[in-house]
């Protein structure tokens, strides 16, 4: 049924230099279980990247293309592809534990619990994979195609479909809890803080409801689709957006934090990175953004050779996203300056996973590669 291929990184004549040395990783390092590494989308790792230098480790190649970013925890790395197969690999190696066949393409990235692994397909499923056996625990059909990646709070677990709902289901039973009907298509992803939900809709609004009821708090209309996911800190939410611009608003209030919102020359479905003092993002026009938290005014920028779609992480000072140039670029974060890449056969679309020091991203070429 499948034929997953585990290629482990072979020495080169190209590679003479020495290994950088290991860094200590944190005492409270945290596995990155879900699509952007946290409740909140801030994709903030806690383990430390190498500054200098990008190494391979090993690769796994599926039947077809990856468009999901990978999630890790207890041990294994999931992912789904364009063979609709969904894949359970070890962290340390890629070998192949188990596969989980769906209907459809795969690009909903996965989150992972203490019992269960959640994900969605273009079959119009959600799936709850058992991930120590591989079985499946339970579905739940929607009415299009899921592409939105799942967030947890409590007992629930959220997500949205094309069907034009965002979704709450009892993580342990499937059996919908609520939904919320929006006016398009859900492509965004989930951010959860003190109780409430966001998440953008390609009907042009942004969406704040209260987690528990479904009941809306407040919405934002922005001149385009939102496919972009929001990500929360210091009390702001933000969010890239179809019509060229990235927003900052009061997340209590849904009021404007910036003067004005920061526009690109294209749009922006890359999800940002927040730290304390900077936005991080990349746009379809091909460049990579940094912004000032306070006041939304550009701090620097870097130009890759192809769109951005990737999303990206922060870890040890070093911003990392891909390009469909088909490079994984580590940035400086202060200056955006090169630190290193790593360049795929094809595009990095997907966003990278980090944890214990190893970035973990997908590419079109149909790899998964642990990078350190």
Avoid at 133 to 148: L, N, P, Q
Avoid at 163 to 168: I, P, T
Avoid at 197 to 203: E, L, Q, V
Avoid at 307 to 313: G, K, L, M, N, Q
Wanted: proline share 4%.
């Amino acid at each position: 049924m499948f034929a997953c291929n585990n290629e482990e990184a072979k020495p080169t004549t190209e590679n003479k230099e020495a290994a950088p040395k290991e860094i200590k990783q944190p005492e409270n390092s945290k596995p990155w279980i879900k699509f952007r590494g946290n409740t909140q989308n801030t994709g903030i790792a806690t383990s430390y990247v190498q500054k200098e230098k990008s190494e391979l480790l090993w690769k796994v190649k599926a039947n077809a293309r990856i468009s999901t970013s990978p999630s890790v925890g207890y041990g294994i790395v999931f992912f789904g592809a364009a063979d609709s197969i969904f894949y359970a690999v070890k962290v340390e190696n890629g070998e192949i534990i188990w596969e989980f066949p769906t209907g459809g393409d795969i690009r909903s990235n996965p989150y992972i619990d203490e019992e269960n692994v959640y994900f969605g397909s273009s079959d119009g499923t959600f799936y709850a994979v058992n991930w120590k056996s591989g079985k499946e625990a339970w579905t739940f059909k929607t009415g299009d195609i899921i592409m939105s990646s799942p967030n947890m709070l409590g007992e629930n677990i959220y997500f949205g479909s094309y069907d034009g709902n965002f979704y709450c289901l009892n993580k342990s039973t499937g059996k919908k809890v609520w939904s919320y009907k929006t006016g398009d298509a859900i492509y965004s992803s989930a951010a959860i803080y003190d109780g409430k939900i966001a998440f953008g809709s390609m009907d042009h609004s942004l969406y704040v409801l209260d987690a528990n009821t479904g009941d809306l708090a407040w919405k934002f209309e922005a001149k385009d689709g939102i496919g972009s996911s929001p990500a929360i800190a210091n009390g702001q939410i933000y969010f890239g957006c179809d019509d060229h611009a990235m927003y900052a608003l009061d997340f209590k209030t849904g009021e404007s934090v910036w003067s004005k919102p920061f526009q690109t020359s294209a749009p922006i479905n890359s999800s940002p990175a927040v730290d304390n003092e900077r936005v991080y993002f990349g746009s379809y026009d091909y460049r990579f953004y940094a912004l000032n938290i306070k006041t939304g005014e550009k701090e620097w920028e870097f130009t890759t050779q192809q769109v951005i779609h990737s999303s990206p992480a922060l870890s040890n000072g070093i911003i990392i996203f891909g390009s469909d140039d088909n490079n994984l670029y580590g940035l400086d974060a202060v200056t955006g300056e090169e630190a290193w890449h790593y360049t795929a056969i094809d595009r990095v679309h997907t966003s990278p996973a980090i944890f214990e020091g190893k970035m973990f991203i997908a590419s079109y070429d149909g790899h998964l590669y642990c990078i350190k």
